[in-house]
């Protein structure tokens, strides 16, 4: 989700040299381990819907689970 304070902080948080970036990834990573299993089914659910809104209206692609698949595995070799 986009909103103009959202734009700006990551506009300011892009500034910061790449090990400042790192621990403020790492900072805002483990806020989200904090929350409550309901507020994590909520997001999870809102992001669903966004994704499904994505590919419904032609702007995401679906990728066939084999394809998937083949790049893990490349990936982790």
């Not at 990573?29 to 299993?37: G, M, N, P, Q, V």
């Not at 669903?48 to 590919?55: M, Q």
Request: aromatic share 2%.
């Amino acid at each position: 989700m986009s909103t103009p304070a959202v734009d700006q902080i990551l506009e300011s948080a892009l500034r910061l040299d790449a090990q400042q970036r790192a621990a403020l990834a790492d900072r805002l990573l483990a806020s989200l381990e904090e929350l409550d299993e309901e507020e994590s089914e909520r997001l999870w659910a809102s992001e669903a819907e966004r994704r499904l809104l994505e590919y419904q209206a032609g702007r995401a692609r679906a990728i066939p689970s084999q394809e998937v698949a083949a790049k893990v595995e490349r990936l982790l070799r």
